[in-house]
Structures are given as structure tokens and as C-alpha cells.
């Protein structure tokens, strides 16, 4: 299974501006998250391996996140015409069955995926209070039919931090995953590098 890995945009970038809709209808943007502890955004979709090998200790580890504060939501960028399994439908599925407790968006034009540099599913951006960057990686060191257990153990850490108030580890490691399903002719010069 080819892996592709996040592009690890700059640490204290601002969180870019978004509205997207959620699987309700209801409008989600960027100036909904102003006054929270923290916004974690995660670039997902229903087929991805990556994404499935991870989703249950994601969705166990956001409740828990979002009791202490954290604002979280998900966004799917992909090109459902070539992936119709990753449409609405198919994330409300994945929703449903995992139990996913944020809102999921829908980024049909894919210009939020491209303004976040997002490159991947799974891809994790950590924004503080301020709303700036204070984590961009990895779950954790586990990979699909790997051995190593998945703990979310990275991620963690800086959530942990973010709402302690401390600085986030230092030591951050790029997401790995399938790569976003761009549009003809949409894929985005930075992904192409």
C-alpha cells in the first residue's frame, strides 16, 4: 500500500479560514472555534486503511478530548466521483459505526484542504487557544498490519499540553496515509513537490 506523508506546514500558522457544511446541513466555519481551549482538525475519509486503523482509538480519545475543552472536527477533501464510497453517505456510515462525537465536513471543492497544505488521510492539525499551530504529525507510530500497537500516543501528548498550557513536544513527526483524492487537474502544487 503506497503511503504518502503530510506536508508538516509551519508551526504558528494561523488556522485558515473554512465554512463547510456538516452532514446535517448545518454551516461550520473558522470563527465558530474562537474563545475554545483548542481545535483539532483532522483531515479523514471512509476508505482510507490509514484512517480505518486508527479511527476507534481516534473517536475513543476525541470524547474523551472534548469533555476536557477541545473543539475537534473532521473534514473530508476527497474526489467522490472518483471515490463515491467516501460521499456523504459513506461518511455518515463511517460516523455512525465508529462513533465520531465532532462535527464531519465536507470539502467538495477541496480549497480548505489546500489552504490547511493538507496531503494526506490521516493528517492532525493542532491549533491553540489563539488559534495558531502548535501540532502537526502523527497519531502515533503505528501503521496498518504493523505490529506496533495504536495508542494515539503523539497526538496525545500535545493535546495534553495544549490544554495544561504548556508548549507541545518538540519532536514531531509527519502523518502517513493515503493521499487526498484530488480532482483532475486540481492537485495542488505543493503536493506535487
Known amino acids: 500500500m503506497g503511503a504518502t506523508s503530510s506536508t508538516m506546514l509551519e508551526l504558528g500558522t494561523a488556522l485558515p479560514a473554512f465554512r463547510l457544511r456538516d452532514l446535517n446541513g448545518k454551516a461550520v466555519t473558522s470563527h465558530d472555534f474562537t474563545g475554545a481551549a483548542g481545535l483539532l482538525v483532522v483531515f479523514l475519509c471512509p476508505h482510507c486503511p490509514f ?5 476507534a482509538a481516534l473517536a475513543r480519545l476525541a470524547g474523551e478530548w472534548q469533555a ?8 473530508n477533501s476527497n474526489d467522490i466521483a472518483e471515490f463515491p464510497e467516501d460521499d456523504q453517505a ?3 456510515k463511517e460516523a455512525a459505526e465508529v462513533g465520531y462525537t465532532f462535527p464531519y465536513l465536507f470539502d467538495d471543492m477541496q480549497e480548505v484542504a489546500q489552504a490547511f497544505r493538507a496531503a494526506c488521510t490521516p493528517d492532525f492539525f493542532l491549533f491553540d487557544a489563539r488559534l ?3 501540532y502537526r504529525g502523527q497519531f502515533d ?5 504493523s505490529p506496533v500497537p495504536v495508542t494515539g500516543r503523539d497526538l496525545s501528548a500535545a493535546v495534553d499540553a495544549l490544554l495544561a498550557g504548556r508548549p507541545a513536544p518538540p519532536d514531531q513527526r509527519p502523518s502517513l496515509g493515503c493521499n487526498i483524492k484530488w480532482k483532475k487537474g486540481a492537485e495542488p502544487e505543493y503536493f506535487r513537490v
Open 51 to 55: 484512517v480505518g486503523h486508527v479511527r
Open 68 to 75: 476536557r475543552g477541545l473543539a475537534i472536527i473532521g473534514i
Open 90 to 92: 459513506g461518511m455518515r
Open 132 to 134: 495558531r499551530l502548535v
Open 141 to 145: 507510530d503505528s501503521r496498518p498490519n
